[in-house]
């Protein structure tokens, strides 16, 4: 067998030192179709769930209360917002609030030397994956042995005005690596490389968030979507119009690039 250079590599990187956490760890789908499989995880759910705050600083950051539980400054003036009861503060209340993303390990074919990354996708592919997982005729979809893997159709459609992910799930068993990835040796190091969600976003305390509110507040946060407005006093300001998906699109691919 040839030498796999792109192995070969990936050990260097991981004795220089430059293996480590970085954007490689997501995949997001090219326009046109991909092959990807969705990897099992130790706990039984492929399907994680996060939740971001975008608009208030550059890419965005998780939700210190959706997430884990804590107080999060940005929900609570998003709340104070939603309450003054006006159009205008109900329309920034709504880009201030958390916003839901999902995140699944796979392997894209024909890029099985990159290992398992991370996909990052919205509640519509969320709940197209449950609906095929819950189907009797497919099932585990993650199973190494005799799982299924999914065509994904990424694109704009015509006339439409943000990108569409839609996800077909190939009706054909097949194992996560046969011999033409590497059988079952290959298969057994491709499922340590399973990204550890927990560590993917960096996460900020409560005080972290107020000080990027703050900032924010102050008119300092030249990347938001949101028009700025003077302090927290000051909420009787327009907001940009923006559709709301291309605005959380556009900061995700930020947050992954940043």
């Known amino acids: 067998m040839a030498l796999d250079l792109d192995r070969m590599r990936a050990k260097l990187n991981n004795l220089s030192g430059k293996g480590g956490k970085d954007r490689t760890e997501f995949w997001k789908p090219e326009d046109g179709e991909s092959n990807i499989r969705i990897v099992p995880t130790s706990d039984g759910d492929p399907f994680k769930e996060k939740w971001f705050h975008y608009n208030v600083a550059q890419g965005g950051f998780l939700c210190p209360k959706r997430n884990f539980g804590d107080s999060c400054p940005v929900c609570d003036f998003g709340n104070k917002l939603w309450n003054e009861g006006t159009e205008d503060s109900k329309r920034m209340a709504k880009q201030l609030f958390a916003k839901q993303r999902f995140f699944s390990p796979v392997l894209v074919r024909g890029e099985e030397s990159q290992g398992v990354r991370a996909w990052g996708y919205g509640k519509m592919a969320y709940e197209k994956l449950l609906t095929i997982v819950l189907d009797p005729d497919y099932g585990d979809i993650t199973d190494p042995d005799d799982g ?111």
């Open 148 to 258: 299924n893997d999914l065509k994904i159709m990424y694109g704009k459609p015509a006339g439409a005005s943000f990108p569409r992910t839609d996800i077909r799930p190939r009706p054909r068993k097949t194992p996560l690596c046969d011999d033409n990835v590497g059988g079952d040796e290959r298969c057994a190091e491709l499922l340590e490389t399973v990204p550890n969600f927990d560590e993917l976003f960096e996460r900020k305390s409560t005080e972290e968030v107020q000080a990027l509110l703050d900032t924010f507040l102050d008119g300092d946060n030249t990347d938001s979507q949101i028009e700025r407005f003077g302090s927290n006093n000051n909420t009787n300001t327009t907001f940009e119009q923006n559709n709301q998906s291309d605005a959380v699109e556009a900061a995700f691919q930020d947050l992954l690039n940043g």
